[in-house]
């Protein structure tokens, strides 16, 4: 027969074990930035898509808060606030936070048409030479990335930190046009009610840029396991079944008309030289596109 002691010390053991169990298995919360646009849409599904190639569970939680700009977003990873957010890399970026270095958007994102008020359109019919392009003003985030490589290519960029305004400028004539991913001003042409904006059809600017997730830098147990998520969703297919059948994507890429645009090539200055360039399974060529 078990003495008394004996029951009391088994039972608390087992107590703990269940204690210790339930607690491995509980999911950690990771934090993201307000999800508000299809790039947030997107960022999301490819997120819990590396979360589902790997062991360690997590449970995705937005943040409640409102849009910010992207400093604010630097600065609420940096305090801890939140735990992800994403963006377009540069060296400044990397070197507050910590990337994953896969691109989501396969350098998509370096692939830059315009924005332009509605029946402007015969304005960029008429730039046939970079030195056209350079008579042109750009509106950009005072903050972003895109930013420092159109000023440090030569050309005229006007800015402003809130990306509303970008469009309410656009529409006031303040500039010319307003480079965006091929994928993000489909949805953005009516997303002001009352603006007059179209997407301009013959104009594309290409450079490397990679869009990234971010954490802070003392978290890198989350950026490992975000990185073997993502490198095994490439190894077996789901990381570009995902994004040539997203619909946004698959829209854009149709409507945008890639192959037949004229092309300026850029430099990116700012392009970290931890850039995974040489790995092509990362990076889109849209030459292969169907």
């Known amino acids: 027969m078990f003495s008394k002691s004996v029951i009391i010390n088994t039972t608390l053991m087992l107590s703990l074990w269940f204690v210790a169990t339930v607690q491995a298995q509980a999911p950690s919360v990771i934090r993201t930035i307000p999800h508000a ?40 990873v940096i305090s801890g606030k939140v735990d992800i957010m994403w ?3 540069d060296q ?8 994953v270095r ?9 692939h830059r048409i315009f924005l332009i008020h509605k029946g402007d359109q015969a304005k960029f019919d008429q730039v046939k030479t970079f030195a056209d392009l350079l008579r042109l003003k750009l509106g950009q985030g005072t903050t972003w990335a895109d930013t420092k490589i159109l000023e440090a290519n030569k050309l005229t960029v006007v800015k402003t930190n809130k990306y509303l305004s970008l469009l309410h400028m656009l529409d006031g004539g303040r500039f010319d046009a307003f480079p965006r991913g091929v994928q993000e001003p489909w949805s953005e042409v009516n997303s002001v009610p009352g603006l007059e904006l179209e997407v301009e059809k013959k104009i594309m600017l290409v450079y490397k840029m990679p869009f990234y997730l971010f954490v802070n830098k003392n978290n890198q147990k989350l950026a490992k ?3 073997l998520g993502l490198n095994r969703a490439l190894a077996d297919g789901s990381f570009d079944k995902a994004f040539f059948s997203d619909p946004a994507i698959r829209s854009a890429v149709e409507k945008a008309d890639l192959k037949n645009r004229l092309v300026f090539q850029l430099e990116n200055p700012q392009l970290p030289k931890e850039t995974p360039v040489d790995r092509p399974e990362l990076w889109l060529d849209v030459n292969n596109l169907q």
């Open 87 to 89: 963006a377009a890399t």
């Open 37 to 76: 646009t299809d790039m947030d849409r997107y960022t999301l599904k490819m997120l819990e898509l590396a979360l589902s190639h790997i062991d360690t569970p997590y449970k995705v939680q937005p943040d409640a808060g409102g849009q910010r700009t992207q400093g604010r977003y630097v600065d609420d």
């Open 92 to 99: 400044d970026l990397e070197n507050k936070l910590q990337p």
């Open 225 to 227: 396991d975000l990185e």
């Open 102 to 110: 896969i691109p989501l958007l396969k350098g998509l994102l370096g």
